[in-house]
């Protein structure tokens, strides 16, 4: 808590009213008074925080989302140097995903400017079921997240395991054919996971065991972009 206690309320109210919550639900989820829970879910709402549903429950409301797309995105500001410091320190193309549901999101890269290499463009969907960048992505998170994926995944429950315990991920050949990568996670200030760095390139290079080469430098890649 921050101290400011109308403030304090407020975020309590927005974050219980995430799935959607009718007066009673917002009273029960947050021990405030009948009064003041209604009074600070009224002015939220007046401010576009809150809105309403067809039910009549208070959910998130547009403003929110207005804020959050006009702030400054700090990791994808923070991960352009960082990938291009992987870029030039592996000789490979250097990338960050984050996930989306079933598929991860390639939201900044750095490529080789010559020779041999795997592109992957910035706003390039890839599938959440291979690669190393996706093991990353499932390894820290809930079973009931993984095991509805895991019948249509190229690794196993095995090796997210043995991802979490060496803190990196390896690939070959497991999205496509000639490829291999190294992935290493982004956590932010609490610990979780939130994205993976990675580095691609042709097996010819990277070899059958590319994070013997590549797994040291991906990881203090993805060190120096956590808790941003």
């Known amino acids: 808590m921050s101290g400011v206690?109308?403030?304090?309320?407020?975020?309590?109210?927005?974050?219980?009213?995430?799935?959607?919550?009718?007066?009673?639900?917002?009273?029960?989820?947050?021990?405030?008074?009948?009064a003041t829970a209604h009074r600070l879910a009224q002015a939220l709402e007046t401010h576009r925080m809150l809105v309403r549903d067809q039910q009549g429950r208070w959910r998130p409301g547009p403003r929110l989302g207005e804020l959050a797309n006009s702030a400054p995105d700090v990791l994808l500001t923070a991960a352009d140097p960082v990938l291009t410091a992987l870029r030039d320190q592996t000789g490979e193309s250097a990338q960050m995903y984050l996930r989306r549901a079933d598929e991860r999101l390639c939201v900044a890269a750095a490529e080789r400017a010559s020779g041999l290499r795997d592109t992957v463009p910035v706003g390039s969907v890839l599938p959440m079921t291979a690669g190393s960048a996706a093991q990353i992505l499932l390894a820290w998170e809930p079973p009931e997240a993984v095991l509805p994926l895991l019948p249509r995944c190229k690794f196993t429950a095995r090796t997210l395991a043995e991802v979490r315990r060496r803190g990196w991920a390896q690939s070959?050949?497991?999205?496509?054919?000639?490829?291999?990568?190294?992935?290493?996670?982004?956590?932010?200030?609490?610990?979780?996971?939130?994205?993976?760095?990675?580095?691609?390139?042709?097996?010819?290079?990277?070899?059958?065991?590319?994070?013997?080469?590549?797994?040291?430098?991906?990881?203090?890649?993805?060190q120096r972009l956590s808790g941003l």
Do not use: F, N
């Open 5 to 34: 206690g109308v403030l304090d309320k407020a975020i309590v109210i927005l974050e219980a009213c995430v799935d959607g919550a009718s007066l009673a639900e917002l009273v029960d989820r947050t021990k405030l008074p009948r």
């Open 172 to 222: 070959v050949a497991e999205r496509e054919a000639g490829v291999a990568s190294v992935s290493a996670p982004v956590r932010d200030r609490t610990g979780r996971v939130i994205a993976a760095v990675s580095v691609s390139g042709p097996i010819e290079r990277l070899g059958r065991r590319p994070g013997d080469r590549h797994a040291m430098a991906v990881v203090r890649g993805g």
